[in-house]
């Protein structure tokens, strides 16, 4: 049986990553994280993800809305939609998926022209603003982004809530996956 080692170091550093994520949301949630372990958090993470991602991440968190998916009554996060004038990504917890060009390219390694045609206007050439080396990478920083805003949940007007019907989450998920 062959290994697939490109596979194998993926999920390693997936794993890692996870690990990071765990360690510190535990800190959170017991009110011990200091300035030091939340440096640190970052620290970790760019080391792993590379620093350019994590630092756009986090650009988006003070730059970009967060508009959360809900059905009614029910606490699950069926959806998120990350988005700034007419600009918009929507992600789902927990999925490592993302409509972006820097998934398609650099995360699945799609070949640029397959992708998709409903993503707003003005994005076309931005995959050149990231340096050689974030053009490999395990997820994009609009998936990051959201995992941040889960674990820090940033208060203010940037962050709202919306209720929807049945049939509109479904096709807000459907519209997700949709290529
Ligand atoms: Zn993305």
Redesign the pocket.
């Known amino acids: 049986m062959e290994f697939d080692l490109e596979n194998l170091a993926n999920s390693f550093v997936q794993q890692l990553v996870d690990q990071i994520f765990e360690n510190y949301k535990n800190q959170v949630e017991s009110n011990s994280a200091t300035r030091e372990d939340r440096g640190k958090f970052f620290c970790d993470l760019s080391s792993l993800l590379g620093r350019e991602l994590v630092s756009r991440a986090l650009h988006l968190l003070d730059e970009h809305s967060f508009t959360y998916f809900y059905l009614k009554n029910n606490p699950h996060i069926y959806a998120v939609e990350i988005s700034k004038g007419t600009e918009y ?1 929507r992600v789902i917890p927990k999925v490592n998926y ?1 409509k ?1 060009e ?2 398609q390219c650099y995360v699945l390694k799609l070949p640029r022209g397959v992708l998709y045609q409903d993503l707003p206007s003005g994005q076309a050439g931005i995959l050149e603003d990231w340096s050689e080396e974030s053009r490999e990478s395990l997820t ?4 990051l982004a959201l995992r941040f805003h889960l674990l820090l949940k940033p208060k203010g007007r940037k962050t709202s809530e919306q209720v929807l019907k049945r049939e509109e989450i479904k096709e807000l998920q459907r519209e997700i996956f949709r290529d």
Do not use: G, P
């Open positions: 990504f993302c972006c820097f998934f994009c920083h609009h998936v």
